[in-house]
């Protein structure tokens, strides 16, 4: 039994080990040679289990929020606590267990109803769901982006369960510093369009008005450049006339403030808009 490129994050309920097979006799022969560890009532991990899932299902639950969303390939921002979702009728959540694996700061989430009892992560739309109940909006936001962006849950989910949400999200948006700054533009009523389709140059992340191009690079590419053509096409922006505004991960989360005052200051002074005679040459896509 091996945990590699499991999406259960080798953790096992009594549940989904009868499911793969494994009899009563097998169970206990994998615990006697310690390939399966117990952690409570019907629940086992392997040796090299994730410790986030591990202490969620000790503490009576699952992973949840910003604790979950990574496990499903959604885009999350950094989150010292650990969120665990568990049942309503849940009697003994044990948040101080001298047994965890990590030491931080437990966020409890208690479900409308029952939790899953064959994986210790909670789907894309309830993370989303109780990120919005604890983390502030750009988070929940861009989680539901990174979501809608996959076709991980739908428009009309959100709607229905989050509609406040909703109607700051984004599909297009395709990281959550991009979502950031196109939340923090559209609240100083600064015009912005995100994924914008330019002829000759392809998509940007975000346009300002009608000339200002904001290329957000996610937390993976620290240079700013992570390809020859990136350096391409924003040579080809300027020498149509486009203003371009490289941000790094840092600028957008630990340094916005200055960020937006530069954004601002070119809005203000109308740099962000062609001059009387000047199209625009960027065609609209709908997406």
């Not at 989910?157 to 991009?178: F, I, M, N, Y």
């Not at 505004?245 to 200055?258: F, N, Q, S």
Request: glycine fraction near 6%.
């Amino acid at each position: 039994m091996s945990d590699s490129d499991d999406p259960h994050l080798g953790i096992f309920s009594t549940r989904r080990l009868r499911d793969l097979g494994h009899s009563t006799g097998v169970v206990r022969r994998m615990i006697a040679d310690q390939r399966l560890i117990r952690i409570r009532p019907g629940w086992f991990h392997v040796p090299s289990a994730h410790p986030d899932a591990i202490d969620a299902v000790r503490i009576g639950g699952i992973l949840t929020a910003t604790s979950g969303s990574r496990h499903h390939g959604l885009w999350t921002f950094d989150d010292e606590k650990l969120h665990v979702l568990v049942s309503r009728s849940a009697s003994r959540i044990d948040v101080g267990s001298p047994s965890l694996q990590t030491v931080r700061p437990v966020c409890v989430h208690w479900a409308k109803g029952t939790i899953s009892r064959t994986t210790p992560v909670a789907e894309p739309l309830q993370l989303i769901v109780d990120s919005a109940h604890c983390q502030p909006r750009v988070t929940a936001v861009a989680m539901a982006d990174s979501a809608l962006n996959k076709h991980c849950v739908s428009q009309e989910d959100l709607r229905v369960r989050l509609p406040r949400l909703a109607h700051w999200c984004d599909p297009s948006c395709q990281s959550g510093t991009e979502t950031k700054v196109l939340l923090g533009m559209l609240a100083r009523g600064v015009k912005v369009r995100s994924q914008f389709a330019i002829t000759g140059v392809g998509r940007v992340d975000l346009l300002v008005g009608d000339r200002l191009v904001i290329e957000c690079d996610s937390a993976e590419f620290h240079d700013g450049y992570h390809s020859i053509r990136d350096y391409e096409r924003d040579h080809e922006l300027i020498r149509r006339g486009y203003l371009v505004l490289r941000l790094e991960y840092r600028h957008v989360i630990d340094d916005w403030e200055r960020i937006e005052a530069i954004i601002l200051e070119i809005v203000r002074a109308r740099r962000h808009m062609w001059r009387t005679g000047v199209r625009a040459r960027g065609t609209v896509f709908s997406l």
